[in-house]
């Protein structure tokens, strides 16, 4: 084990107050001045800055500036945050999974008085108070439908690029419900055709009732030790091989690209450091809280090529028995979604390789991929998992 | 101030670096901020240019024309905007930013990606008005 001791530097720091206790300047104006500062101080710019930390919302802060980390860090402890995410800068970059990291932070409680009271005398639109929601003035007055709504974009978008049809969609909600007719906890258990995803209720066009995650209560756990420790416990160790993060927006209308999601970062990071390619990916567990998420994960991660996702599943390659099995637990679709599922990923990854899967394990298992999306297609954090063979 | 039972649009707050975006929407203009060291548009508004760092962004006119980029019907929404079914849409306007909008005046199953759109507004309640869309050109045959 190395120690972190000298393997990273703070290079560039600024602080502003002043002795009325007031500043001019609040929210992400005064924290954008604080970066700038602290990057002029150390002689850097935003487009050397490759991760980002803030107490609230580091993928909020990265939209605003127009970055796409590969290191982020949202860690909130109060006051000790800071300290913390010092901490994790230094591993990460120590472990080379990052370059230049910037944290900052931001309050104005005095001035912020002043200003709730000069709202209150004024017109009656209501300013926000509790932080930056750019949500709600530019996304929320439309009225999309919640949680679909900005994934149906996504599929609008992939349909009139590439010829994407909904049949093509609904085949992965077909072959994730036969995996979950294999899964006693499934929620969801009877086979369906690619007929019943298609006659199933729409939610938001092109998104049908079963292209979509369910709503069920769910939970799950991981424990993490060195690889020397793993050897002298219970379970054949799964190791983490690859891991990689990217996020390039935070609400759906500053995605770069509806059809492009930052997993091409995550996963060709995660890949690269593990040695594989997706030839090698023996079970691929990729966020399913929709049939166009699941869809994007194969494009994304290198399985098929940008566009040929619809093409990639018409012969249900990824249920039982297909030459890449897909979400073998029954997946968001089918399994369980409780909100942010990617914790079941994960769960699922490891029993695969210690072959505890009983009828949908899938056989000689020893690479699996847990590839997790969060907010909307705007997080995307790849781990690739092996066993003790895929490790030597 | 009748019972009103209708569903009613969620009206955006105004934060302070959309100031004037909000108050031209008063007279039904479209403004976007620019950058005048990078020369782009900067969307959403906010109160640095994210490339630059710079605060020196400067308001002009957009032409409110664009194309819909993506575009999905709600028939169930939460908070409706509008009475369902209605056509949520990304539209990027030729200035080259893309905004979430409602696109009106055409039936929402003959909405496409695609589609050349103009602006138009909806009164909000406080004189304030929202940009909306509408078809520029007659529907694409399918």
Redesign the interface.
Same mark, same amino acid.
């Given at each position: 084990m190395t120690s972190l001791r000298g393997a990273a530097a703070i290079v560039g720091v600024a602080d502003a107050a002043s002795p009325t206790g007031e500043l001019d300047?609040h929210?992400? %104006?005064l924290e954008?001045?604080m970066?700038?500062e602290a990057?002029d101080d150390a002689g850097l710019t @935003?487009a050397d800055v490759d991760g980002v930390c803030h107490a609230q919302s580091s993928v909020g802060l990265a939209e605003?500036?127009?970055?796409h980390p590969r290191f982020t860090d949202s860690t909130n402890t109060g006051g000790s945050s800071f300290e913390i995410h010092a901490e994790h800068a230094a591993a990460a970059i120590a472990a080379g999974l990052c370059d230049v990291v910037v944290s900052v932070y931001a309050a104005t409680p005095r001035s912020d008085r002043r200003r709730r009271h000069a709202a209150s005398q004024g017109?009656?639109?209501?300013?926000?108070n509790l932080g930056?929601?750019?949500m %709600?003035?530019?996304?929320?007055?439309?009225?999309?439908?919640?949680p679909m709504?900005p994934y149906? @974009?996504?599929a609008?978008?992939h349909?009139?690029?590439y010829g994407t049809t909904s049949e093509q969609l609904a085949q992965i909600a077909v072959s994730t419900r036969t995996w979950a007719s294999l899964n006693p906890r499934a929620r969801y258990r009877d086979p369906i055709t690619v007929d019943d995803v298609l006659a199933s209720p729409?939610?938001?066009?092109?998104?049908h009732l079963l292209d979509c995650c369910l709503v069920t209560d769910g939970a799950g756990a991981f424990v993490m030790t060195s690889a020397e420790r793993a050897r002298d416990l219970r379970r054949p160790p799964v190791y983490v091989l690859g891991a990689g993060t990217s996020h390039d927006h935070l609400m759906?209308?500053?995605m770069p690209d509806?059809t492009t999601t930052p997993g091409v970062v995550s996963a060709a990071r995660a890949f690269r450091m593990a040695g594989v390619k997706p030839g090698d990916v023996d079970v691929l567990m990729g966020y399913d809280s929709f049939t166009i998420t699941a869809l994007l994960h194969l494009e994304d991660l290198g399985f098929c090529p940008k566009g040929e996702g619809g093409a990639f599943v018409d012969d249900g390659k990824l249920g039982p028995g297909g030459s890449l099995p897909m979400n073998t637990n029954g997946g968001g679709l089918s399994y369980t979604h409780p909100g942010m599922y990617g914790m079941f990923l994960i769960v699922e990854a490891v029993r695969q390789l210690r072959s505890e899967c009983g009828d949908r394990q899938v056989d000689g298992a020893e690479i699996a991929v847990a590839h997790g999306s969060g907010m909307v297609l705007s997080v995307m954090s790849t781990l690739v998992l092996g066993t003790e063979g895929a490790r030597s | 101030m009748s019972t009103d039972s209708a569903p009613r649009r969620f009206e955006p707050p105004i934060t302070d670096a959309a100031e004037p975006f909000w108050a031209a929407t008063r007279d039904e203009r479209l403004v976007l901020p620019w950058c005048t060291a990078c020369e782009r548009p900067v969307w959403y508004p906010r109160e640095v240019c994210p490339d630059c760092l710079d605060s020196a962004l400067e308001w002009r006119p957009a032409t409110g024309r664009g194309v819909v980029y993506a575009c999905t019907v709600v028939h169930r929404p939460q908070v409706p905007a509008l009475d369902p079914p209605y056509v949520v849409a990304l539209v990027e306007l030729d200035e080259g930013v893309r905004l979430m909008s409602n696109v009106v005046g055409r039936p929402p199953e003959q909405v496409a990606v695609g589609d050349r759109v103009q602006v138009t507004w909806e009164p909000l309640s406080d004189g304030r008005r929202l940009p909306l869309f509408v078809p520029s050109e007659p529907s694409q045959p399918t």
């Open positions: 300047l929210g992400r %104006a954008a001045a970066i700038r990057l @935003l605003y500036l127009g970055i017109p009656s639109v209501r300013r926000p930056p929601n750019p %709600a003035e530019w996304e929320m007055p439309y009225g999309m439908r919640t709504g149906a @974009l996504a609008s978008r349909m009139a690029v729409m939610q938001s066009s092109p998104l759906i209308s500053q509806l | -």
